[in-house]
């Protein structure tokens, strides 16, 4: 909304309007020449030009770790803000800022790359407790458990963990989980050396009888789970593995 100058003596030779043909000047209003005055849709941090007119931000040129850290980090936020649906590969490569051929050449696939998010993201979401007390390990277990699967990126993860798949991307999906179930183990094999439970008990089948009835109740019963529900579990689980 610029206003027209007023008369001065002597003024200036004038300069050509700015109209449809006529190149800006380089005076007030002029963009910087690392903008979009300079070169259009050129990437501040030297990235590839994006096409004129695209209004899509340039792909970066990011590389190794913080290519990877800002695609894993842009995949969950697309995952939390609208669902499996919103996590496409060219959504994911936009709000990374990287090219799309650069997501397939690291993770293959789309699964992959969801998948690969979503570990990373449990990684922080999910710590394992360690107050000395097995009941209360795995009742802050179940309570951040339960409110991850609350979480869009939850539903997402479990869905994809019984989705057809590869050969090969079944194997990693296998890897996943038994490096989930593992790190669980640790809270029985404590509980174990502190004599909270029988010697002789299997940590893994008391990590899936746990984890079971949780899965069970959002992926094929389809209802909530409360506080009292995790509750319940934690105490059938603790009180039967009870020295006797």
Known sequence: ????????????PSQPSAGRGAQP???????????????????????????????AP???????AAMRRA?????????AEGGLEAASVSAVAAAAGVHET?????????????????????????????????????RQLLTALGAF?????????????IAP???????????YWA???????????????RGEIRPGIDPRAAVEALMSPLFARHLLLGEPVTPEFLASLVDLLVDGLAPR
Do not use: F, I
């Open 58 to 64: 340039a792909p970066l040129r990011r590389r190794g």
């Open 179 to 193: 490096d989930r179930l593992e790190r669980a183990e640790v809270l029985l094999r404590r509980a174990a050396e």
């Open 71 to 79: 695609v894993l980090d842009a995949t969950v936020r697309l995952l």
């Open 165 to 175: 798949a590869t050969a090969e991307t079944r194997s990693r999906r296998d890897a």
């Open 25 to 55: 000047s380089a005076g007030h209003g002029a963009e910087p020449s690392t903008g979009r005055g300079a070169q259009p849709g050129a990437d501040r941090a030297g990235g590839r030009a994006a096409p004129a007119g695209s209004g």
């Open 149 to 161: 699967l609350a979480t869009p990126e939850g539903p997402a993860l479990l869905h994809l963990s």
């Open 102 to 138: 650069s997501v397939y050449r690291n993770w293959g696939t789309r699964e992959q790359l969801l998948r690969e998010a979503l570990a990373d993201y449990t990684d922080h979401a999910l710590p394992l407790p360690d107050t000395g007390s097995l009941r209360e390990d795995l």
């Open 1 to 12: 909304m610029s206003s027209s100058p007023r008369s001065q003596p002597n003024p200036r």
